[in-house]
């Protein structure tokens, strides 16, 4: 079945630093990949997503590439904030059919 | 303003006590879901709705229940809540069409069984 791995956290980044976090799908199919954000306290929102491959999304300085040969989808940064602290899921599919994976928690230290 | 919002966002009941968690969106999506929240786990899919009266089962659907009788809401149940129900609850909604769809959560209930 489908199934999306992304890096354990948490990860820890003083300002200003590259964020990388990867993930991996294992689908049938062409699915759309998405990124979601979770802030302290608040529901997922949907920060970028790819509907195709060779896509790129990107959203307030992220950006993530869908990649097929490598069924890939990995988030970048090139410069992170105090304010990116939160939870990061990625998952594939969409609308009541998405498979999120386990989130990995960043902290950014000022 | 577009929101799925649940309530309560905290509580703490004690075993086998009945509770009902409430989701409502007003976005007229079609498509609602119920996801628990565990660390390590990621989010678990509870249930799911379609449209109104078609519920389905998630992934982890033993000790819930749920009910579509108008499109706007999606009430999650807790018939006989034990301690391995303490989680964070999110509801959320999207579209018909599955691809591309992004869904919208609700902030969360952070339910405690004791």
């Known amino acids: 079945g489908n199934s999306v791995t992304q890096m354990e956290g948490p990860v820890t980044l003083s300002e200003e630093a590259f964020l990388t976090i990867n993930c991996t799908y294992t689908a049938t199919g062409y699915p759309s990949l998405f990124w979601y954000v979770q802030y302290p306290g608040e529901g997922l929102q949907l920060l970028l997503k790819?509907?195709?491959?060779?896509d790129k999304g990107s959203n307030k300085g992220f950006e993530a590439t869908y990649r097929k040969e490598t069924t890939s989808f990995h988030l970048e940064k090139g410069s992170v904030q105090v304010s990116d602290s939160a939870v990061y899921f990625c998952a594939l599919g969409g609308g009541f059919k998405t498979i999120f994976g386990a989130g990995t928690r960043l902290f950014v230290k000022a | 303003e577009a929101q799925v919002t649940q309530n309560p966002r905290y509580l703490i009941t004690v075993t086998g006590k009945k509770l009902t968690v409430t989701c409502s969106q007003n976005m007229n999506h079609e498509y609602m879901s119920w996801y628990r929240q565990d660390p390590g786990l990621g989010l678990r899919q509870i249930y799911y709705?379609?449209?109104?009266?078609?519920?389905d089962k998630g992934d982890v659907p033993e000790g819930y229940k749920v009910s579509r009788k108008e499109k706007r809401n999606f009430p999650l149940i807790l018939e006989s809540p034990s301690p391995n129900q303490t989680s964070l609850y999110f509801c959320a909604s999207s579209f018909r069409e599955l691809r591309n769809t992004e869904a919208f959560f609700g902030q969360g209930t952070r339910l405690t069984v004791v």
């Open positions: 790819a509907t195709k491959a060779d």
């Open positions: 709705s379609m449209n109104v009266e078609v519920t």
